[in-house]
């Protein structure tokens, strides 16, 4: 058993260790508010695209471009998005489980890390990188991917990877963050998220739809992966302040045990100090 001493110097321990976490699951907070604005804000210009792409997909029958092309898969890049830290509970668990599964059994693969535990997962495996990007998990911007993006319509223009998968985390709530897989390349028809118009109600595109459908592409790839990122930051933010909320009322849990355990154990020393008391009287008598 434990004596007092030890178990005030417990108790230190632990009141110092809460006010880390109490510390850190503000700042998660503060960050958490910031990205669900960011990702409410930017969400319209992803849907409008999105809806774009596949209106003039959907409309316009026969379009070519390069990045609609089928062809065997040789090769498979993933582009796998993390956190460049720890302490978020298990959303890095969970999306590297993601990125494991959706791996398993693929012999010719190459991977595009976002954030160093992405990057050190992968590393581990002895994968063939093809890009990694560290220190933007928490704030990504869209100059950010703009750059994957170039990279992966490069890498396919030149046949060196045959499709492009993206492993992200979707913001459902801030308790609720789910792993995802979503191919990005090549270009198909998102049927579960897109409303097909009616005829009458639907454009005409001028020069024409292949040509718009040239310019829209790169932006629509690049606002994929953006939104993407925007939405794993978001996932990261409410992960950690869980986790964080979560250590901090163990704390406090764990301080009311040893209150109670140090007062009984000073009870039971001062009960032990009267009877040597009441001992000593009876033995001077």
Known sequence: MLAGRDIKRRIK??????????????????????????????????????????????????????????????????IVIAADRGLCGG??????????????????ISVLTVGQKARDFFRKMDADFDGEYIGISERPTF??????????????????????????????????????????????????????????????YEPSAEEVFDYLVPKYIDSMIYGALIESSTSEQGARRVAMESATDNAEEMIDKLKLKYNRARQASITQEIAE????AEALK
Do not use: W
């Not at 930017?42 to 609609?68: Q, R, V, W």
């Not at 489980?97 to 791996?103: F, G, L, Q, T």
């Open 277 to 280: 008391i009441v001992g000593g």
């Open 13 to 78: 321990s632990v009141t110092s260790t809460k006010q880390i976490t109490k510390a850190m699951e503000l700042v998660s907070s503060a960050k958490l508010r910031k990205a669900k604005k960011h990702l409410q804000d930017t969400k319209p210009y992803f849907t409008a695209m999105h809806n774009a792409i596949n209106e003039i997909l959907d409309s316009s029958g026969e379009i070519k471009n390069i990045f609609l092309n089928s062809r065997e898969v040789k090769k498979t890049l993933y």
């Open 143 to 204: 100059e950010n991917a703009k750059t994957i993006g170039a990279l992966c319509r490069e890498l396919f223009k030149q046949n060196s990877v045959d499709e492009v998968i993206l492993i992200s985390t979707e913001f459902v709530s801030t308790i609720s963050h789910k792993p995802r897989a979503l191919k990005i390349l090549p270009l198909t028809i998102d049927m579960e998220n897109y409303v097909p118009k009616e005829r009458e109600e639907r454009m005409e």
């Open 91 to 108: 959303y890095n668990a969970n999306v590297l489980k993601k990125a494991a599964n959706e791996i398993a059994g693929q012999k010719n």
